[in-house]
């Protein structure tokens, strides 16, 4: 249990970002995304926190609960098809479109 545990803590230590500019770094490849989803394995549920953690980091810096009403299995759906059609990009962008999307689905509840 230890060395899962290590495993994962040094994972997420190769994903942290020391300066968020414009260019994002330690991110996920969406073809990594699409691969690792279909496989299920250690990096499905590494990949997943990644993103479910971006995203309620963006929530809390933008103050804006746009993750109300979501559920996590509906955010990775949501980010299956991003990046099923645009291998080429990453789980960072992908959220950030999402967010957008979900701010505006919201706005017109």
């Not at 970002?17 to 490849?29: C, D, F, H, I």
């Not at 989803?37 to 997943?48: F, P, Y």
């Not at 990453?90 to 999402?98: D, K, P, S, V």
Request: with cysteine; hydrophobic share 40%.
């Amino acid at each position: 249990m230890k060395t899962k545990i290590s495993i994962i803590i040094c994972i997420f230590a190769l994903h942290i970002n020391p300066s968020w500019g414009l260019e994002y770094r330690g991110t996920v490849a969406c073809g990594d995304w699409v691969k690792e989803r279909k496989s299920e394995g250690l990096l499905t549920a590494v990949h997943q926190a990644i993103l479910v953690g971006f995203l309620s980091g963006l929530a809390l810096a933008t103050d804006k609960d746009f993750l109300k009403g979501t559920t996590n299995e509906s955010l990775f759906l949501w980010v299956d098809n991003y990046c099923q059609k645009t291998p080429l990009e990453n789980i960072y962008m992908a959220g950030m479109l999402l967010s957008i999307e979900l701010q505006k689905k919201n706005k017109n509840k």
